[in-house]
């Protein structure tokens, strides 16, 4: 069983810039939730997807939006970089919705906005 | 107010020490996740508690529902257990809160 992958590790924008970050889930696991974490902070949650269907977003605005597709793989999109969308980006994949059921974290994607 | 607080936010140990980390949280729950975090930006996922206790290893959880409180314990701490420990809250029907996390650093 792999684990979580996310891509790529390192990414350096300017602002006003739009960035795709790519995750990749455990096989079989059918919801992925995406996480934003600001130095020293702990990690917000930016939205959740179920079997390729948007469940439950955080306060994030639209520009930040998301896909989920058949292959457990998926992608947090974000338009219009602003610089205080540096941050790592985690990806968790999990077996089902639920707040009880354990997380897989990836790696992080940490991205560094000029 | 945050809605999960951790503390102590920092906490340096010597090696063999017993360490607690606690988390107090402010809203209705199903279950509380303690998560573990190196430099570099990896979580791994220790417990989930919904009730009780759970021990793995030298690590042991614990939450009382009613006073909306959980510890994390580490028995005879080691330089490998340096990490952040962030604590993780899910209201019913709702996502995961995050604490702000605890640096522990143990020193040999």
């Known amino acids: 069983e792999t684990g979580v992958t996310q891509s790529p590790t390192h990414l350096i924008k300017t602002r006003g810039q739009q960035v795709t970050l790519r995750c990749s889930s455990q096989?079989?696991?059918?919801?992925v939730s995406w996480y934003q974490q600001a130095l020293g902070q702990g990690p917000q949650f930016i939205f959740q997807?179920?079997?390729?269907?948007?469940?439950g977003r955080g306060n994030f605005p639209p520009r930040f939006s998301g896909l989920q597709f058949p292959n457990y793989s998926s992608e947090l999109n974000v338009n219009a970089l602003e610089l205080d969308d540096s941050a790592l980006y985690l990806c968790?994949?999990?077996?089902?919705?639920?707040?009880?059921?354990?997380?897989?974290f990836g790696p992080g994607t940490r991205l560094t906005v000029l | 107010k945050n809605e999960v607080e951790q503390s102590p936010q920092n906490l340096t140990a010597q090696e063999g020490e017993f360490i607690t980390i606690n988390c107090s949280y402010s809203?209705?729950?199903?279950?509380l996740h303690w998560l573990q975090q190196h430099p570099g930006g990896g979580i791994v996922s220790l417990f989930m508690?919904?009730?009780g206790k759970k021990k793995h290893g030298r690590l042991i959880a614990t939450i009382n529902i009613q006073e909306k409180h959980s510890s994390l314990h580490i028995t005879a701490s080691h330089p490998r257990d340096s990490a952040v420990y962030i604590c993780?809250?899910?209201?019913?029907?709702?996502?995961?809160?995050f604490g702000t996390g605890t640096r522990l650093q143990v020193f040999p």
């Open positions: 993780a809250v899910g209201p019913w029907g709702d996502k995961l809160i």
């Open positions: 809203v209705g729950i199903s279950a």
């Open positions: 997807y179920y079997r390729e269907e948007e469940n």
């Open positions: 096989s079989g696991h059918n919801t």
């Open positions: 968790a994949s999990s077996l089902d919705r639920l707040s009880t059921d354990t997380q897989y």
């Open positions: 508690l919904s009730s």
